[in-house]
């Protein structure tokens, strides 16, 4: 069992950065992929950005260039980094693992999520 707490989110302006955690319980994190997904309100919860247990990651094309996921495994925290922010960023934003050294971009592959933390950009 994992569990994932999310912290970090805020109100920001369009422009600004901010950087979200998710501190993740259990001994095996370091082999588990990570990802981040977001869903604003009327819409399904999409996939951000992901990180392999050896650091391999990849993006959204919405967030590439200025979103970073990376990991502390001696930490058992998983980030993202947001920069250059905008309206459409806007969303509850959730920590996700799955019990694989390979990530997904797909919400079903994800055993286990957080509770989320809001993100709230204005233009």
């Known amino acids: 069992q994992v569990q994932l707490v999310e912290s970090g989110g805020g109100l920001v302006q369009a422009g600004d950065s901010l950087r979200l955690s998710c501190a993740a319980s259990?001994?095996?994190?370091?082999?588990?992929?990570m990802a981040w997904f977001r869903q604003a309100p009327g819409k399904e919860r999409e996939f951000v950005a992901g990180?392999?247990?050896?650091?391999?990651?990849y993006y959204a094309d919405s967030v590439k260039g200025r979103f970073t996921i990376s990991r502390d495994n001696a930490k058992n925290t998983v980030f993202l980094q947001m920069n250059s922010l905008k309206p459409d960023d806007m969303a509850v934003y959730y920590c996700?693992?799955?019990?694989?050294?390979?990530?997904?971009?797909?919400?079903?592959?994800?055993?286990?999520w957080g509770q989320g933390t809001q993100v709230t950009v204005s233009s």
């Open positions: 990180i392999m247990w050896k650091s391999n990651t």
């Open positions: 996700a693992a799955r019990p694989s050294t390979v990530s997904s971009s797909r919400r079903s592959d994800y055993d286990y």
């Open positions: 259990g001994r095996t994190f370091s082999t588990y992929a």
